[in-house]
């Protein structure tokens, strides 16, 4: 297995969001998500079956070497699946996209941004790349804006959020689906 996407334990929308973004960066990565997820991960995951091919932690078992480990939305490797950070060897390399310090455990390649979501974050890396998401993958993608901005009501929003919204209804996210 030469790479893998994961995110933290008590996965949200942000995280799901956040993920399905970066499949996209990273098409031939494998992910592995957390066996807790919130209730509205659960639904969507469970509605929408062809939205994300994923392994589970539970089932998950690590192949050595893993070149590249893609970190979404946390700034501590204690967060992420037990059996995923196995799998982390000192030649792993870590990249990780966050919208919470700027900093991580180990040694990793640091793609943060003061905003009110990771989500948002990626999607705006897909625009600049121009990748574009399916209606489906935007969809959820701005669900999981909408989550952690609080509508864009929070104190941590910032215009890249509504920026990364704009964008990802420019693409056919469906405000309705949110």
């Known amino acids: 297995m030469a ?25 031939s990565a494998q992910v592995v998500l ?3 997820k919130g209730k509205e991960v659960v639904a969507l995951l469970s509605e929408n079956p062809d939205l994300l091919e994923y392994e589970n932690e539970s089932s998950f078992r690590p192949e050595r070497p ?5 970190v979404a939305d946390t700034d501590s490797v204690g967060r992420i699946p037990d059996s995923v950070r196995e799998a982390v060897s000192e030649s792993t390399e870590v990249v990780v996209y966050d919208h919470h310090s700027g900093s991580f455990e180990l ?6 941004k003061e905003a009110g979501s990771t989500t948002s ?7 600049g790349k121009g990748i574009v998401p399916s209606p489906l993958e935007a969809s959820v993608m701005l669900a ?19 920026l990364a919204a704009g964008y990802l209804l420019s693409v056919g996210a469906n405000l ?3």
């Open 107 to 112: 040694p990793a390649e640091l793609h943060f």
């Open 3 to 27: 790479e893998m996407i994961t995110t933290h334990k008590a996965m949200d929308l942000d995280d799901l969001g956040a993920v399905v973004g970066l499949k996209k960066l990273y098409p």
């Open 66 to 70: 893993l070149r590249r480990l893609i």
């Open 34 to 36: 957390p066996d807790t």
């Open 121 to 127: 974050l990626i999607a705006l890396l897909l625009k």
């Open 144 to 162: 999981g804006i909408y989550s952690d901005t609080g509508s864009f009501r929070y104190p941590s929003t910032t215009p890249l959020d509504f």
């Open 176 to 178: 309705s689906f949110v």
